[in-house]
Every structure is written in C-alpha cells, then in structure tokens.
C-alpha cells in the first residue's frame, strides 16, 4: 500500500498556492481604492487598528510563546506594545497621501504613490509584533498587505489579522485590504512572492527565506541573522555594560535577530568584566560543558536547534546534561576563534554569549568583524566605551549599520533605546544583500512622483545664430544677478565675469578689442561726458531705459548679461563711453 503522506503534502502545497493566488488578487482588487484614499482616512483606519492591537497585547503575547514555545509572555507583551504604540506613535504623523514635500530652492514637488500589494513574510520568533508592525506601515503607505506567517505561528499570527482587519473595516478600509494565508507551506509562500499582484516583499526569516524573497522578481526588503557582537572596550562603565549585554541578551530569551551574541572584552578590564558576569546571573562554561551545549545547540548546517531557541539557559543546561545554579540567566562560551571550528560562534537565538578577550580595540575591533562575517554582515553591533575617537573608529570601519553605543543591542538597534526608527524590519545593506541599510517604515513603501519646474532656461544650438557648428559652439553662461550695478555676482572676481561675457559675446561673432565694441552701440562722446558710465547692465536696466526713451552709456569694458545685450542690441539704447586707458 503505497504511503499517503506524500500524497497529503503535495494537496497541501497545492492548496497553500492556491491560497497565495487568490489572496494576492483579492489585495490588488482592494489596493486600487485604497490607493484612493485621503490622508485623514488612511489616518483614521491606523488609529483604529493599533487601538484595537493595543488592548490585546497581552493575549497575543500568551498565545505566541503557547503556540511556538519560543520566548517569555512579558517580554512580547513588551514588543508587542512596541509595535502597536511607539511604531504607531511614530507613523502616525507620516504624510503619505498627495503632496508630501516641496522644495521651493529647486522648484520641486513631491508627491507619494502607493506602491502595491505587499507580501509580508513573518517569523516564528516574534509572531504577533511583527506581524502588527507590518500591517500597519503598509497600511499607512495605502498599500494592501497579504501576510504569510510561519507555519509554527499561525494561529497567533492570524489572530492579530483578524483584530486589525476587523478594526480597520470598522473604519472604512475596504474588504481585502488585509489577508492571510491560513494553509502555509514554502511554496505557497514563494508563491505569493512571485504573483504579479504583489508589488514588494517584506521578508523577515532565514537566510534561505531571503534569498528566496530577492529572487522572486520582484523589490524586496528581506532580514537575515544577526550574530550580534558586543565590544566592552577599557573606559567602558563595566557594570552598566554586562547589565546591557544580559539585558539584550534576556530579552525574550534572546530571540530578536540584533540580540547579543558575543562579547569581546578589552584585556585591561577583563577581570572586572567577568566579575561583574557573575555577579549578574552569568555562567561561564568548561570546555566540556561547551562540547556538550554545541552538540545539541548546533546543527550540522551550523543553525540553532529550534528545540532550543528561545528558552531560557537553566532549560538549556537541563536538555544538554549540564549543571548551573537556579538564578543562572545567561550561559558563556570562551572561545579563541570564530568559524565552523567553534560551533559556539553562530548566530544562536538564546541565552548563550561567545566570550573572547583582546588585547587592545583593534585587535577587538577585527574581532568584532570576523563574527559579523560569520552570520552577521550589515546587521547591529555594540560597542560599550567612554571614549569618542574608539566609538568613531567602530562607527567607521565596521560591517554593522546599526552600532549601538552604550545601550543593548537589542533595544537600541529596533530603537526602543535609541533614535533609531522604530521598526521590526532591519535592513542589513550591501554588506547583508539587502537593497537599504534603514529601519524599515511606511516610507520605504511609497514611490515617490516628482514636479520638476524650470529652474534652468535651455539654450540650443539654433538659438545661437547662424553658422555656428556643433564642434565650435560654446555654451552660453548662465550669470547670477548682482543687485548693485558695478558690483560682481558674489563668489566672481569682474576678471571672471568679464572673460566669461567675452566667450558668450564671440561665440556669437562679436570681437572684443580696442577698435570694436562688444555689442552693437552708438559712439556719443557727448553723452558719454554727461553721464558716469556704467559697468554692469542687465535686463532690467535696458527695459527702463527703453520705457524711458533714453540711452544706456557703458565703459568699455563694461559686464552686460546675454539677455540685456540682445534686447538693447535690438533697441539700439546703448552708447559706449571712450575709454580712457
């Protein structure tokens, strides 16, 4: 009797795809009058979702860690807030919808555009706040959003869809603004991705998820690992920084990709710095005990076991069949090197720090990008100093895009600690083969349109009179206005304004010379001892003297803009004074 189950699975991918396509048609239906929106009306149905999230923060929290077993319920209590509130609170403002800026030095107007339906990929290890992060930024950006969440978190991801989408019909956003897939398999979701509906990805998972999201043809935003160091460096205040080291590293039980995940202690504080560790809930590991966690821990394609992931390093001791103290909040590994040859050194989702000491910030600051290479590349960092020029250093020369300073990584690099936007989507840049190195918002989901005016008049060769070819025309030069006559536009000497007059008038076959005139000119000697001869002219000057009736009288060497030449050229108002040597 043949076996049902591959017959089970294959039903299920055609299901799950199935899914993926009439979900990304009923998103584009509902994206065109989305698109419609005003600002006020796209406000109005963010307001009503992240009120309606917010009041559920604690529920959502106790079914993620039920469902997926990853993490603690008071720390998602915490991101899940994070996204509903401070995410919110920041959006919130956002001008999203017609004329969102105007440059009036360049004469440019900027206007947004939606940019589709996006397909929003989101994680196991943090279900419901990612989940509510990304529907709102795309919401705010008037795009409609199709989520695919992890087949390990579907229940809790579905239900924050269906608060928001509840909430966000409650306030006129249209059917199918908001979807989800409830069948999930790999390619279902790749799928969705690939649908031409779908304008943009949001891509938060594993490497493998991201490579297939930046090759599925279509603009994406995709977060690998992190494998985040944290560099304690001589001047640092020692018992703060071990604090936000264990801090980032506890939070939810380490499953954030910017948590911590090695230290690298400067020698000259090495003593205090592991003090302080032990002092705080850290447990240090003997080789055997290293051998032993890295044998469960790792996995031969060097990943976490997600048997461990997210729990807390009393349960890991327990399942690796190794013994530390009940109050024991983080486990350390200390190694001497980083790559396959110590498992320890990957990206690890929970409470376990690769721990390495170094002789100086240099040697620390190779350290720090040997772990970056290995998992992290683009991603966060720490560095925990009182010294400028070492924090500039870092600042300068690490493959990191976000280098929190003085706070954990995990908190500073979302920027619940920091300035940093508020997002749950980090980009890793060229370093991480991501297309942005920002924290992803509503903005990233926008094109915008642009109104060029003319700010510059366009002169062609035929403007330029007869008989001027290609190869000896020269371009006529534009000339700031001076608003004193006599006076040089500021930032030109009269040596250069008038030798650049001179290359404007002979490209238009005039000859600047003792026995000529530079342009066509009256000789009245009369007029020319009546009146003081004037050294700049523009066009202004030339309309007032023929709204006048009167002459213009020039020096010889007198700065006359293109246009003033060629309109008292045709008026014939200009008289040369003789010049004088």
């Given at each position: 009797?043949?076996?049902?189950?591959?017959?089970?699975?294959?039903?299920?991918?055609?299901?799950?795809?199935?899914?993926?396509?009439?979900?990304?048609?009923?998103?584009?239906?509902?994206?065109?009058?989305?698109?419609?929106?005003?600002?006020?009306?796209?406000?109005?149905?963010?307001?009503?979702?992240?009120?309606?999230?917010?009041?559920?923060?604690?529920?959502?929290?106790?079914?993620?860690?039920?469902?997926?077993?990853?993490?603690?319920?008071?720390?998602?209590?915490?991101?899940?807030?994070?996204?509903?509130?401070?995410?919110?609170?920041?959006?919130?403002?956002?001008?999203?919808?017609?004329?969102?800026?105007?440059?009036?030095?360049?004469?440019?107007?900027?206007?947004?555009?939606?940019?589709?339906?996006?397909?929003?990929?989101?994680?196991?290890?943090?279900?419901?706040?990612?989940?509510?992060?990304?529907?709102?930024?795309?919401?705010?950006?008037?795009?409609?959003?199709?989520?695919?969440?992890?087949?390990?978190?579907?229940?809790?991801?579905?239900?924050?869809?269906?608060?928001?989408?509840?909430?966000?019909?409650?306030?006129?956003?249209?059917?199918?603004?908001?979807?989800?897939?409830?069948?999930?398999?790999?390619?279902?979701?790749?799928?969705?991705?690939?649908?031409?509906?779908?304008?943009?990805?949001?891509?938060?998972?594993?490497?493998?998820?991201?490579?297939?999201?930046?090759?599925?043809?279509?603009?994406?935003?995709?977060?690998?690992?992190?494998?985040?160091?944290?560099?304690?460096?001589?001047?640092?205040?020692?018992?703060?920084?071990?604090?936000?080291?264990?801090?980032?590293?506890?939070?939810?039980?380490?499953?954030?990709?910017?948590?911590?995940?090695?230290?690298?202690?400067?020698?000259?504080?090495?003593?205090?710095?592991?003090?302080?560790?032990?002092?705080?809930?850290?447990?240090?590991?003997?080789?055997?005990?290293?051998?032993?966690?890295?044998?469960?821990?790792?996995?031969?394609?060097?990943?976490?076991?997600?048997?461990?992931?997210?729990?807390?390093?009393?349960?890991?001791?327990?399942?690796?069949?190794?013994?530390?103290?009940?109050?024991?909040?983080?486990?350390?590994?200390?190694?001497?090197?980083?790559?396959?040859?110590?498992?320890?050194?990957?990206?690890?989702?929970?409470?376990?720090?690769?721990?390495?000491?170094?002789?100086?910030?240099?040697?620390?600051?190779?350290?720090?990008?040997?772990?970056?290479?290995?998992?992290?590349?683009?991603?966060?960092?720490?560095?925990?100093?009182?010294?400028?020029?070492v924090i500039l250093e870092f600042g300068l020369h690490?493959?990191?895009?976000?280098?929190?300073?003085?706070?954990?990584?995990?908190?500073?690099?979302?920027?619940?600690?920091?300035?940093?936007?508020?997002?749950?989507?980090?980009?890793?840049?060229?370093?991480?083969?991501?297309?942005?190195?920002?924290?992803?918002?509503?903005?990233?989901?926008?094109?915008?349109?642009?109104?060029?005016?003319?700010?510059?008049?366009?002169?062609?060769?035929?403007?330029?009179?007869?008989?001027?070819?290609?190869?000896?025309?020269?371009?006529?030069?534009?000339?700031?206005?001076?608003?004193?006559?006599?006076?040089?536009?500021?930032?030109?000497?009269?040596?250069?304004?008038?030798?650049?007059?001179?290359?404007?008038?002979?490209?238009?076959?005039?000859?600047?010379?003792?026995?000529?005139?530079?342009?066509?000119?009256?000789?009245?000697?009369?007029?020319?001892?009546?009146?003081?001869p004037l050294d700049f002219v523009c066009e202004e000057?030339?309309?007032?003297?023929?709204?006048?009736?009167?002459?213009?009288?020039?020096?010889?060497?007198?700065?006359?803009?293109?246009?003033?030449?060629?309109?008292?050229?045709?008026?014939?108002?200009?008289?040369?004074?003789?010049?004088?040597?």
């Amino acid at each position: 009797m043949a076996d049902p189950a591959p017959a089970q699975a294959s039903d299920r991918d055609l299901a799950s795809i199935a899914e993926a396509r009439a979900l990304a048609r009923r998103a584009r239906q509902a994206w065109l009058e989305l698109a419609e929106f005003s600002q006020e009306r796209i406000d109005a149905v963010v307001d009503a979702m992240a009120a309606a999230i917010t009041q559920q923060a604690e529920a959502l929290a106790r079914l993620a860690v039920e469902e997926t077993g990853y993490g603690v319920v008071e720390d998602k209590i915490q991101k899940n807030l994070f996204s509903s509130q401070k995410v919110y609170n920041f959006i919130r403002p956002m001008k999203t919808v017609g004329v969102i800026a105007r440059h009036e030095d360049r004469r440019i107007v900027e206007i947004a555009e939606p940019f589709g339906v996006v397909a929003a990929v989101v994680p196991s290890t943090n279900p419901t706040s990612t989940a509510i992060y990304k529907i709102l930024i795309a919401i705010k950006a008037r795009c409609a959003v199709v989520l695919s969440p992890h087949p390990a978190a579907v229940k809790c991801i579905t239900r924050v869809a269906e608060i928001m989408d509840d909430a966000a019909r409650r306030a006129g956003a249209p059917a199918g603004a908001i979807n989800w897939m409830t069948t999930v398999t790999l390619e279902g979701t790749q799928e969705l991705m690939k649908q031409r509906e779908v304008a943009v990805i949001l891509a938060t998972g594993g490497m493998g998820l991201v490579r297939a999201a930046y090759s599925a043809g279509k603009p994406a935003y995709g977060v690998g690992p992190g494998n985040a160091p944290a560099f304690i460096e001589r001047t640092a205040d020692v018992k703060k920084a071990v604090h936000d080291v264990i801090t980032g590293k506890t939070f939810d039980n380490g499953v954030l990709c910017s948590s911590e995940n090695s230290v690298v202690v400067d020698a000259p504080v090495a003593d205090e710095v592991k003090r302080e560790f032990l002092s705080q809930g850290g447990y240090f590991m003997n080789a055997a005990e290293m051998d032993a966690v890295a044998k469960v821990l790792v996995s031969p394609q060097r990943l976490p076991n997600p048997a461990l992931v997210g729990k807390s390093a009393v349960v890991i001791a327990q399942k690796c069949g190794i013994t530390v103290p009940a109050e024991t909040r983080v486990l350390l590994a200390p190694l001497d090197g980083v790559g396959r040859d110590y498992p320890l050194s990957i990206e690890k989702l929970c409470p376990i720090l690769s721990y390495y000491v170094v002789a100086d910030w240099r040697e620390g600051c190779e350290r720090c990008k040997q772990i970056l290479r290995y998992g992290g590349m683009g991603h966060t960092m720490s560095i925990h100093s009182q010294n400028e020029q070492v924090i500039l250093e870092f600042g300068l020369h690490k493959p990191a895009f976000r280098i929190v300073v003085n706070s954990p990584t995990t908190h500073g690099s979302v920027g619940l600690s920091t300035g940093l936007d508020p997002a749950m989507t980090l980009g890793c840049g060229g370093y991480g083969g991501n297309i942005t190195s920002d924290n992803i918002s509503p903005r990233h989901l926008l094109n915008i349109k642009r109104l060029a005016y003319e700010v510059t008049p366009v002169v062609s060769r035929w403007d330029r009179g007869a008989g001027t070819s290609d190869s000896t025309a020269r371009p006529v030069p534009v000339l700031p206005s001076a608003p004193d006559r006599g006076v040089p536009a500021k930032g030109l000497s009269a040596n250069v304004l008038s030798k650049r007059i001179d290359e404007f008038l002979g490209s238009r076959g005039y000859v600047q010379a003792k026995d000529s005139r530079p342009f066509a000119a009256d000789s009245n000697p009369q007029a020319s001892a009546d009146q003081k001869p004037l050294d700049f002219v523009c066009e202004e000057d030339v309309r007032l003297a023929i709204q006048a009736g009167r002459k213009l009288v020039v020096s010889e060497r007198a700065i006359v803009t293109p246009a003033a030449h060629d309109l008292g050229a045709e008026h014939r108002v200009f008289t040369v004074a003789p010049w004088r040597g």
